[in-house]
């Protein structure tokens, strides 16, 4: 079994005890929240790293200060416990989980969780694509910034990374952007399930073709059916 399926059945098994510590946060120097949620979740899949595959190197939202010195090993874990804090506090089901392995800078597989909703994109799966017209946006646009968005089509702000991720891979979006830049962790899997399925992705305005990004800065990126 892959490690992004192993992680997948930990979170499974533990969903109830994560979702009963939605209520328990604090608030970061950044302003946001994390959760003792997000703790939880990235504690099970760290401790499962540090069992099963103890070569592995985290580089995680939470668990910053060793990310940049992690960043350069042969064998990586890229995790977002929790992504879309600020819906899973606010008992929000649309949260996710962000799993990403690389290893000597080559993708290996990825995971967009959604375990509250039941749903979960693995590198290898298939499924039937929707055709739709809606464009996904990042919930860290401002007020002026949704005065420039582009007329004719229907938008959705969700804030969630994986969420918009798994529906624009899917085709339940026709695009999804963000232009004011999210980090690693956030994008990285659904960047590399993009690539997989055929999409269209440009980070920081250039094609992207599966590198792995470093995580001391935010990347501006599209992904769009072909």
Not at 47 to 71: A, T, V
Not at 87 to 93: E, P, T, W
Request: aromatic residues 10%; hydrophobic residues 35%.
């Amino acid at each position: 079994m892959s490690i992004c399926h192993e992680i997948k059945t930990i979170i499974k098994n533990n969903l109830h005890a994560i979702i009963e510590l939605r209520t328990k946060k604090t608030v970061k120097p950044d302003g946001s929240f994390v959760s003792e949620g997000d703790l939880l979740c990235e504690k099970l899949i760290l401790s499962y790293i540090s069992e099963k595959h103890p070569d592995f190197y985290l580089i995680s939202e939470e668990s910053p200060n060793n990310n940049i010195k992690n960043h350069t090993k042969d064998k990586l874990l890229i995790l977002d416990p929790i992504d879309g804090t600020e819906n899973f506090v606010s008992g929000l089901k649309e949260w996710g989980v962000a799993v990403c392995v690389f290893e000597k800078g080559k993708h290996l597989e990825s995971m967009l969780a959604l375990p509250e909703l039941n749903e979960y994109m693995i590198s290898g799966d298939t499924f039937s694509r929707f055709e739709s017209r809606i464009m996904g946006l990042s919930s860290s646009l401002k007020k002026e910034d949704l005065q420039h968005i582009k007329e004719g089509f229907e938008y959705r702000i969700i804030g969630c990374c994986v969420y918009n991720m798994f529906n624009v891979i899917r085709g339940s979006y026709c695009s999804f952007e963000n232009f004011k830049g999210a980090w690693v962790w956030d994008i990285i899997p659904g960047l590399n399930l993009a690539l997989e399925h055929k999409l269209k992705v440009e980070v920081n305005g250039e094609k992207y073709q599966g590198e792995l990004l470093r995580p001391d800065q935010k990347y501006r990126f599209k992904i769009s059916g072909q």
